[in-house]
Structure formats: structure tokens, C-alpha cells
């Protein structure tokens, strides 16, 4: 019975990784079709006649690589400034309850309500102000504003999951309040801080209306921005070019997923606290 | 530790990436200094490779003439333009020359967003475009007075694309310009190609419907709006508008001519089946052509059916667009290199590029945009059945057709609301969406 358990387990485990994995291999495989196998009312998986010739004309046509370069600066730019912010405030914010406490993890929370089209002129404008229009620096202060209710609301979560009483061990122990932080806290949040890097990551590097807004400059252009050029009006799109352009899309934060993901493992503090 | 380097290496990476980024300057519109040339930014919303070429090749061909107005090419995109124009408008940094549709341009003009170029373009080119073509860019200015807020230089018109080995096989009338199919005759042609299982006559891509259908109904002079002279626009669903609408969904579920599934796809999702021979008419704009040049397979043959006739064979149509923004700091210089832009040889470029009727008179009557190949000689006939879309004008109709008109014409497609209650829905919810435009 427990076997026939075991192996439903992996039935359903390699169902999600299928449904997860389905869009990838079909962007492939659609990024090495002529426009006319894209055309065929029977697709295959495999190409009948595979060609590079997408890739070439995304390549060619769109400054691909220095988009992407300019998501990859963004998107960190904006993981290492959201953790670097919010991890402090989320440990304040988790540690000392205080009705101010409450109300600012309210507010938190309702900001993340507001939609974006409503306030996308005024940001403008302030940006205007500082001089940031057309500028990366400008893109990532609006991204971390916006990736930093949410990390920071996350990153309580994490926080609160950490025991006091290791803290007050290593008090005990003669530990200061920055070394117990420093010693003891940081490492067990390490799986939080990697969630809440990837969180920020993914939300600026798939980010757009704020990128069109903001990029005036086609030379700044993120990715999002030059992978919308090969769509045209009426949902109708070059689709060969535009499914080399979004594997390319994909590979940065897959590489990022890898590097990182391991530090996303739960249990570090099993057994920490007992009797 | 590992995260540690990683992080390290990032934020290194970040501080020289993002120092050297924001050196990246300001776009601007056009600027001039005292000693260089004037700089003009041109916002392009060409996106096939053939139409993207021949814009670059224009921009290209205008520097090298005109080393005092330097253009820059900046590319767009149709789906989020308007999002993109607003703030630009609002935060002083429009491009100088826009791209764009008719229907966005009212909306713009009664802001003071664009300049009005009523008395600034050159004899030749106001006379080289067709008045009809002017009506779809004259606009309130939002005060009392009418201007002109752009040149309308690409139209599209409804075509049928055929396949030519199913109309030679159920031995169909291939129409001419001259003598188009009546819709009485399609629907009787189609009812003739269906093979009940097998074949569909016709699929209708209704993803979008608004304004395929209103655009067709001009076929019966159907209008779907009126305007008092007060200039207050309501809705109206009366036996004019009614026709075209009946006739679809005759098709789709009297005659079983037309594919019901094809209903929510966009228009050139259906050309996989069109191909497969599933579907023996598709009904489309001309520029659909390129994407069934690009993907027929070999040996498909096809042919452009021209626009079907009512009581009248006119559609309505709106225009793609040049503007130049109010505030940009060099208008002459800007409209000095629209008037060159859209001139009539420049014109048979764009239009081949995009696989739409060009405006200009000259350009119309171009050998290359008259051949028989790819129906080019259909779809540049079809450019005389265009008359000024009659929802251009009316204050709310982008709310009214998204809100209202979308989901009741998807519904009443879909056998789920009759006609009536459709036309009800239509007026009655539509009317509320307008007032509030109106007051």
C-alpha cells in the first residue's frame, strides 16, 4: 500500500514536471520551425525541417544581448537592494510588536492593492524630477518599491519562524545582540533571503509597463521591452523570431535558479528548540 | 559561501553595470544645440521585417539628405503604445513624430497632446491623399474648433481569402472588383463549400468583433451610432445594423456554414485550418496576406476575394497615423520630414511592407501594388469602397466597444442571447457609457 503511495508520488511528480516543462520544449521547438510548419494544422514535436533562421532574424534584428544585460543589471540591482532593505525591517518588524508594528504590516499589504496603471504618472513625473527617466538606476528604485511590501511581508514570515530563545542561548552564551544576528539568525533565514532574492528577481525581470514607462531611450531597452517588438497589432506576431527571442529570455534566470537554489532547502531548524 | 560570492560578484557587477547604464541619457524629443543639427525622434510602430527594412531604409535616406534634421528611428509596439504616448505627453518627453491609429488620435487632440497640421503640410501632400482619408484624422480640438492631428497614410479594407482548389472544385464565380459577391451570394457559396463534417464554407475569427462588424455593416449603411446636433452621440441597433450581424450567425448556426469554434480566435489563428482545407473562406484584412505567403504550404493556391456588397460595397476604415506632438521643440522641421515620409513613392514601400492600401493617390496607381500576384491588385481596388469609420468620431466608443459591445457580440455569435436582447444590450448599456462622455 505504501509502495502503490510511493508510486503516485512520482506519477504526480512527473505530471508537474511535464506541465511545467511543456512551454519550454515547445518554445524550442517552435523557435526551430519554418513559418510554414508553424502553419500546419497538426504540429509536430520535432521539426521536419529544423532551422536556425529564427534565431538569426532575433539576433539580427533586435539588440538582444545588450537587453538582456541590461534585465540581468535590473533584476539583481534590484534582488540585492529589496533583500538588503527589507531583511532588517522584517526582522524589526517580526521581533517588536507594537501596534505601529501592526498597522505597517496593514499598510504593507494594502499598497499592494493599488494598480499599477493608477499611479504610473506621477512615478513618471517624479522620476522626471530626479533626472532618472532613461535610466536603469530609475528602473530599479521603481522595482524595488514595488518587489518591497511583498519581500518584506515574506521575509516576517521567515523571521518569525526563527525561536527567540536561540537568539537568547547565544545571549546566554555572551553573544551581543549584532553577533546572535549575525551568527545565529542570518544563517537559519538563508533559505528566506534565497526566496526572497528569487521572488525580487523574477517580478523585475519579467516587469514591463513600467519598463516601457520609464525606458524612453531604446538604447536602455530591457527585455520585456524588445521581445514586444516582434508582436504586431491585433494578437498577431512573428512568431518564429519571437520564440528564439524568449528562450534566450529564459536562460539568465534559469542559470540564476541553479546557482541559488540550493540554499532553498526547509529544516534547518528541525530540532532547534526543545522540551 | 557560495551565495556569498555570488552576491559579491553581482553587486560588483551591479555598481560598474548600473554606473555605466545611467550615463545613458535622456531621450528626449528633438533637440537642437547651436552647433549640431536638429535632432527629431520618430516613434515607429512597424513591425514585420519587410516594414521595419523600408522604414530604416526612409529614416536612413532622409539623414544623408538632410544633415541639419537628424532623425532617430525608435521602434514601438501597437499593443502599448497609448500607455507609453500618455506619459510621454504628460511627462514632456513625446516623440516628436508619432505613429499611431486614427482612433487613438481623438483622444489625444481634445487633450492638446498633438499639433494640429491643418494649415502646415504642403499643397502636394494634402492634395496627394484623398479627402476620405483626411476625415478619419480631423478631430475636435477640444475647444470649438476642428484640426487635423495627423496624416493618414496605411488603410486596411476586408477582403475574403479563398481557397482557389475548393472554389474551382464547387465550380464558384471568382468576383471582380467590378462585380463582388453580394452577401446574398456568399452565404450561398459558402452553404456550397461546406461538407458537413469535413469542411467548413467559412470561419469567422470574432476574438476582436467590434470592429470587423461595424465596419462590414457600412455594407448596408448600418452606423451603430448617431449624433445630434447637440454632437451627442448615442446607439442605435436598427434593421441596417442588424443585417450583418444576422447573416454571420445565420452562418454559424442556420446554415452550418461557418465553423462555430473558430469564434474565439484571433484573426490569423484560423489559417492552420484554412490550410488544412478545413475552412474554404476566411475573411480578413489584406494584410493577412503576408502571414498566407509566409505559411501556405507549397503548392497552396489562394486567391483575394474582394469586399463583399450590401447595398453599397462600403467599409468602413481607419488610418494608420504620422503626428507631431504639440510640444515638440521643432515642428516645421518635423512636418518637413512627414511631408517626405509619406510622399507617394515612400508610401508604395510602407504599403508593401505592411501589406496595406496606401492613402496616396500616386502610390495607388503604382504597377507593384497592382499586380495579380499575392492579390495585390484586389486589395489596392478595395481602397475605393473606404469611407471615414463612423464610431471614429464618437467620444466613449473604445469603453463602449471593450465593455459593452465585445462580450455582446461574442454572446449573440454564440447562440447564448438573441438578436434583440443583443441590440438591446448594446443601446441601453451602450448609451449609459457614452453619456458619461458627453456631460
Redesign the interface.
Given at each position: 500500500m505504501r509502495a502503490l503511495g510511493r508510486a503516485g508520488q512520482y506519477v504526480a511528480l512527473v505530471a508537474y514536471v511535464v506541465f511545467l516543462g511543456f512551454p519550454l520544449v515547445w518554445l524550442f521547438s517552435t523557435a526551430l520551425k519554418t513559418?510554414?510548419e508553424?502553419?500546419?494544422?497538426?504540429?509536430s514535436w520535432v521539426p521536419a525541417d529544423p532551422t536556425l533562421a529564427n534565431f538569426a532574424?532575433a539576433f539580427g534584428?533586435q539588440d538582444l544581448v545588450g537587453s538582456a544585460?541590461?534585465s540581468l543589471?535590473v533584476a539583481?540591482?534590484t534582488s540585492?537592494i529589496t533583500v538588503v532593505i527589507s531583511l532588517p525591517a522584517a526582522y524589526a518588524m517580526a521581533r517588536h510588536r507594537s501596534a505601529l508594528n501592526r498597522a505597517a504590516t496593514g499598510w504593507v499589504l494594502v499598497s499592494q492593492v493599488f494598480p499599477f496603471?493608477l499611479i504610473?504618472?506621477p512615478l513618471?513625473?517624479v522620476l522626471?524630477a530626479l533626472?532618472l527617466?532613461?535610466?536603469?538606476?530609475g528602473l530599479?528604485l521603481v522595482h524595488v518599491t514595488f518587489v518591497l511590501p511583498f519581500a518584506l511581508w515574506m521575509l516576517q514570515g521567515y523571521v518569525r519562524a526563527v525561536p527567540r530563545e536561540l537568539e537568547e542561548a547565544a545571549s546566554v552564551d555572551g553573544a551581543g545582540r549584532l553577533r546572535a544576528l549575525a551568527s545565529v539568525v542570518a544563517p537559519l533565514l538563508?533559505p528566506g533571503v534565497?526566496a526572497t532574492l528569487l521572488f525580487a528577481f523574477i517580478s523585475s525581470w519579467n516587469e514591463?509597463?513600467f519598463a516601457?514607462?520609464v525606458l524612453?531611450?531604446?538604447?536602455?531597452a530591457t527585455l520585456p521591452l524588445t521581445l514586444?517588438?516582434?508582436?504586431?497589432?491585433?494578437?498577431?506576431s512573428?512568431l518564429g523570431p519571437l520564440a528564439a527571442a524568449s528562450l534566450l529570455a529564459t536562460i539568465p534566470s534559469l542559470v540564476f535558479f541553479a546557482?541559488?537554489q540550493?540554499?532553498l532547502r526547509s529544516g534547518l531548524m528541525a530540532g532547534a528548540v526543545k522540551g | 559561501m557560495?551565495?556569498r560570492s555570488?552576491?559579491a560578484a553581482?553587486?560588483a557587477?551591479?555598481v560598474t553595470?548600473?554606473a555605466a547604464?545611467?550615463g545613458?541619457?535622456?531621450?528626449?524629443g528633438g533637440e537642437a544645440t547651436s552647433a549640431g543639427p536638429v535632432k527629431l525622434q520618430f516613434l515607429s510602430l512597424a513591425?514585420?521585417?519587410e516594414s521595419?527594412a523600408a522604414n530604416k531604409e526612409l529614416v536612413e535616406t532622409w539623414n544623408k539628405a538632410n544633415p541639419t534634421i537628424q532623425v532617430e528611428y525608435?521602434?514601438g509596439?501597437?499593443?502599448?503604445v497609448n500607455?507609453?504616448l500618455?506619459?510621454?505627453f504628460?511627462?514632456?518627453?513625446a516623440p516628436d513624430v508619432i505613429h499611431d491609429d486614427s482612433p487613438a488620435l481623438s483622444g489625444f487632440a481634445s487633450r492638446g497632446y498633438l499639433l494640429d497640421l491643418k494649415d502646415k503640410l504642403p499643397a502636394e501632400l494634402k492634395g496627394d491623399i484623398p479627402q476620405a482619408a483626411w476625415d478619419t484624422v480631423t478631430f475636435s480640438d477640444g475647444k470649438d474648433g476642428q484640426g487635423v492631428y495627423g496624416v493618414p497614410f496605411l488603410q486596411e479594407s476586408q477582403v475574403i481569402i479563398a481557397n482557389k482548389k475548393l472554389l474551382d472544385e464547387a465550380d464558384v464565380r471568382v468576383p471582380t472588383a467590378e462585380e463582388p459577391w453580394t452577401w446574398d451570394e456568399f452565404a450561398e457559396i459558402t452553404r456550397k463549400l461546406t461538407k458537413p463534417g469535413k469542411r467548413f464554407g467559412v470561419a469567422w475569427p470574432m476574438?476582436?468583433p467590434v470592429n470587423k462588424v461595424l465596419n462590414l455593416s457600412l455594407n448596408f449603411g448600418g452606423t451603430f451610432f448617431q449624433t445630434d446636433a447637440a454632437g451627442k452621440s448615442t446607439v442605435k441597433v436598427g434593421p441596417e445594423e442588424r443585417q450583418v450581424l444576422q447573416r454571420i450567425h445565420d452562418q454559424l448556426h442556420k446554415d452550418k456554414s461557418a465553423d462555430p469554434s473558430a469564434l474565439g480566435m484571433?484573426?490569423?489563428d484560423p489559417?492552420?485550418?484554412f490550410?488544412?482545407g478545413?475552412y474554404a473562406l476566411l475573411p480578413a484584412g489584406v494584410f493577412l496576406r503576408q502571414?498566407v505567403v509566409?505559411?501556405?504550404?507549397?503548392g497552396f493556391e489562394w486567391v483575394t476575394i474582394p469586399p463583399l456588397k450590401g447595398t453599397s460595397a462600403e467599409q468602413g476604415a481607419v488610418s494608420q497615423t504620422l503626428s507631431v506632438a504639440a510640444q515638440s521643440k521643432h515642428p516645421d522641421e518635423a512636418v518637413k520630414f512627414i511631408s517626405f515620409f509619406l510622399n507617394g513613392p515612400n508610401q508604395v514601400k510602407l504599403a508593401k511592407g505592411d501589406w496595406l492600401l496606401p492613402t496616396s493617390t500616386s502610390a495607388a496607381k503604382d504597377s507593384s501594388i497592382n499586380a495579380e500576384k499575392d492579390g495585390w491588385d484586389v486589395a489596392t481596388a478595395s481602397a475605393k469602397n473606404l469611407v471615414v469609420a463612423p464610431f471614429l468620431k464618437v467620444n466613449g466608443y473604445d469603453e463602449w466597444r471593450t465593455k459593452v459591445a465585445t462580450p455582446a457580440l461574442q454572446q449573440y455569435f454564440a447562440n447564448k442571447i438573441t438578436l434583440d436582447a443583443a441590440a438591446k444590450t448594446l443601446v441601453e448599456e451602450g448609451n449609459k457609457v457614452l453619456e458619461r462622455y458627453s456631460s
Open positions: 513559418p510554414r508553424m502553419g500546419n494544422l497538426n504540429p532574424a534584428e544585460v541590461r543589471v539583481l540591482a540585492v496603471i504610473i504618472i513618471f513625473m522626471r533626472d527617466v532613461s535610466t536603469l538606476t530599479v538563508a534565497v514591463f509597463l516601457l514607462v524612453k531611450d531604446p538604447d536602455v514586444v517588438k516582434f508582436t504586431g497589432p491585433e494578437g498577431v512573428r546557482i541559488i540550493r540554499r | 557560495r551565495v555570488v552576491l553581482g553587486a557587477a551591479l553595470l548600473t547604464a545611467c545613458s541619457g535622456d531621450a528626449g513591425w514585420q521585417k521595419i525608435v521602434q509596439s501597437w499593443d502599448n500607455d507609453q500618455v506619459t510621454s504628460e511627462g514632456g518627453e476574438k476582436s484571433g484573426t490569423a489559417l492552420p485550418g490550410f488544412d478545413k502571414q509566409e505559411q501556405a504550404p507549397e
